[in-house]
């Protein structure tokens, strides 16, 4: 079963917009849930975990769990958040992480 | 520290072959997860090894397997190598069997012809 759905391959935005990227999962019990980057030709990292709600480049992540989604926003996007982003699943129960398909941020000029 | 590092960067088989892919973590981290990551997809999880024992297996058979070494280091191992096993694979290392704090690595690039 598909835990984490990133419904958008690719996002377009001008730069100054604001910018969300969705996420909905499916998941029994309490999910743990994050946000990858991956910045031109440089590997995956972190970005923010739902459970330190903490705002990292000015990115934000609210956990809505009547609604299972986990969608990442930013008032005003900036060209260098262009990247693929995914969203990721923490299973506790099988010790297992799970990976959106990504969405590609495009912010343009 | 330069962080989690895999070798080869890329390599080319042959159907039929078998391969070994290498990933050393990030220095302090004892625990090593591989993933799969195909073109256009996110990555899937392949196995987690801790204290030299796989911990955990997502949905790959059994021609992956793995190994932990003392030093942390792991293996990733594919026997009878298919098309479709093409695809980048990543190595992320964390400290505990947690993920709160995967560090990735900059992954292999296998493709199976």
């Known amino acids: 079963a598909q835990r984490v759905t990133q419904p958008e391959k690719l996002l377009s935005v001008f730069k100054g917009a604001p910018v969300e990227l969705k996420c909905n999962y499916s998941?029994?019990?309490?999910?743990?849930l994050f946000w990858y980057v991956q910045y031109s030709r440089q590997r995956l990292q972190l970005l923010l975990r739902?459970?330190s709600r903490e705002s990292i480049k000015g990115f934000t992540a609210d956990l809505n769990k009547g609604e299972t989604s986990f969608h990442l926003k930013k008032p005003f996007a900036q060209e260098e958040d262009s990247a693929m982003y995914y969203c990721a699943l923490g299973d506790y129960n099988f010790n297992k992480f799970y990976f959106g398909s990504g969405t590609k941020l495009n912010v343009k000029p | 520290d330069a962080g989690v590092t895999q070798s080869p960067t890329h390599l080319i088989k042959t159907r039929g072959q078998q391969v070994t892919l290498r990933c050393s973590p990030k220095?302090?981290?004892?625990?090593v997860s591989w993933y799969q990551q195909a073109l256009g997809q996110g990555p899937q999880f392949i196995f987690q090894y801790y204290e030299e024992e796989e911990r955990q297996r997502g949905n790959f058979p059994d021609r992956f397997s793995g190994h932990q070494f003392p030093n942390y280091s792991s293996e990733l191992n594919v026997n009878a190598l298919l098309l479709g096993d093409s695809a980048l694979y990543l190595c992320a290392s964390s400290l505990g069997q947690d993920y709160y704090e995967q560090y990735f690595g900059p992954g292999t690039r296998l493709t199976v012809t």
């Open positions: 739902h459970i």
């Open positions: 220095s302090g981290h004892d625990t």
């Open positions: 998941y029994s019990g309490s999910p743990e």
